[in-house]
């Protein structure tokens, strides 16, 4: 049996109601949990993209992707490993700001891993970090000794590193092959 991985999947959608249970109910049918969800518009105007990552082996991410496709409002998906992409999560931490205050090294900490300061109140404090969930998991570890408040992680978002999205080919193929079937039909 074939080692389960982390498979981030990319939906392109038109943007209907219900597409979002209909995703996850596939997911569901193959016994596979949603790790991270992230769903915004592409670059496409009019369509959306999902950015779905699941432990999986590679089989059962091929039917996945397949099934997907089936749905009527799908345009297209596609499964990639992660040396295939380029992807970033973004964490939010709420901490009390006077516990920040006394921490001598807190200048430091925030340096090191590259986060931001969103906002300061005399009551708490928002930092802001991206990057991979490793980076964003340090930095929840290294803030725990502070009474962290809240803290959020947002799904993964990622683009490949092809030249080109690959759903973009799928539908100027798509409309070409529209128009050649309109001009066989003006001929009938």
Known sequence: MEDKKLYTVAVFTENR???LNQISIIYTRRKLNIETLSVSPSSIEGVHKFTITAYSDQPTIDKLVKQIEKRIDVLKAFYYTDDEIVYQEIALYKVPTPKLLVEPNMEAIIRKHNARILEITPEYTVLEKSGH??????LFEELKRFDIRQFVRSGRVAVTKCTQEYVTEF????NQRKEELEE???HQ
């Not at 969930?133 to 340090?138: A, G, H």
């Not at 539908?171 to 798509?174: G, P």
């Open 17 to 19: 109601v219900g597409i």
């Open 171 to 174: 539908l100027e193929k798509r």
């Open 133 to 138: 969930y490793e980076e964003t998991q340090s």
């Open 184 to 186: 066989e039909w003006k």
